[in-house]
């Protein structure tokens, strides 16, 4: 319902993510999920940048939508399997 309403408002596309839960998306008037893709985790900090960063190329790539969550998914899992920025940066 809350994808439907913010929808309504007129966004074209509605994500959530919901971490290792996975992804759904609103377009169109259909729901899409997209489970997470396994994989070596290492550090999940900024998995969901990575995921709609990836998301956003796919878009305007114009590729299809089960592809763009897929390929989202994938850039998520391979963010994973390094360490983020936090506690790991360059002393100075």
């Not at 809350?2 to 959530?16: A, K, M």
């Not at 989202?72 to 790991?88: D, I, N």
Request: aromatic fraction near 12%; include cysteine; charge should be negative.
């Amino acid at each position: 319902e809350f994808q439907e309403y913010i929808s309504s408002l007129g966004p074209e596309l509605v994500l959530v993510t919901k971490g290792d839960k996975g992804a759904f998306l609103y377009y169109q008037g259909k729901y899409y999920e997209q489970s997470i893709v396994e994989t070596e985790v290492v550090d999940t900090l900024g998995a969901g940048d990575g995921f709609i960063s990836r998301l956003l190329v796919g878009v305007l790539e114009k590729e299809k939508i089960e592809d763009l969550l897929l390929n989202s998914a994938r850039a998520a899992a391979r963010v994973c399997g390094y360490y983020g920025a936090l506690g790991h940066g360059i002393d100075f």
